[in-house]
């Protein structure tokens, strides 16, 4: 059996590291980056895969560890809910991480990447909604919880 504890601290390290990578991918992304900063966002954007990576893995772990089983902790709507908005936050992600990825060419030549205005749109406003997930899942675990 795992250890309960551990299995709960790697989970909010994993959270905090996500809030914190999506709040650099935040602030650093806009047009006219440097070669730089767009170096800094992909660094971020590894970060956050990583992150989704070991909640997903820990938080599965944790829900084979509880002492409720499985069938009884999905049974909570609560519980239901705060894993539709966190696959919903995994599947957002696509987009600017498909994103970020293809500049990889473009620094390989030493040229910072061009943002088009509706590229800048969409990558703002799913960061934007991430970071709102990431405030409203804790409040859901809680419920989740009681």
Known sequence: ???????????????????????????????????????????????????????????VLQVFNHDLTPSVLLANPGYRIKLLLFFCMVISFGYPSRLFQRWRHSLRQGRAPMVSIQQQFWVVWILRGNLLLLALIPLLAKLANS
Do not use: P, W
């Open 1 to 59: 059996m795992l250890n309960q504890d551990l299995l709960t601290a790697l989970h909010y390290c994993a959270v905090i590291t996500l809030t914190g990578a999506v709040t650099s991918e935040y602030f650093l992304f806009r047009r006219g980056m440097s070669i730089e900063q767009v170096r800094k966002l992909l660094i971020a954007d590894s970060l956050v895969a990583l992150a989704l990576l070991l909640i997903f893995i820990t938080g």
